[in-house]
């Protein structure tokens, strides 16, 4: 029989050499009811009208540009509000 995967000598080393880092503290996940509301919501509800209808797939390049365009419109309309807020 040959040898395999060496000797034990050398078990460990790169867990031993990787500095250890404080876990992040992570928004809570959702569960029941508001996890299958929000699935709905990603999977179905956000259908684009008058596009054929097969569904974006939510990890495509269409839907990530979406996204994108989305959150940049939500920040310039809070950024609006906050300044219509200071000039009021």
Known sequence: MGKVHGSLARAGKVKAA???VAKQEKKKKQ????R???LYNLRYASL????DTLR????SQASQ???KEFKEAQAL???R???EKGTA
């Open 65 to 67: 540009i979406a996204k």
């Open 56 to 59: 974006i797939k939510p990890n």
């Open 77 to 79: 309309r809070i950024s």
């Open 48 to 51: 684009k009208k008058g596009t």
């Open 36 to 38: 299958k509301r929000y």
């Open 31 to 34: 569960t029941g009811r508001a």
């Open 81 to 83: 509000s906050k300044a």
């Open 18 to 20: 990787t500095p250890k």
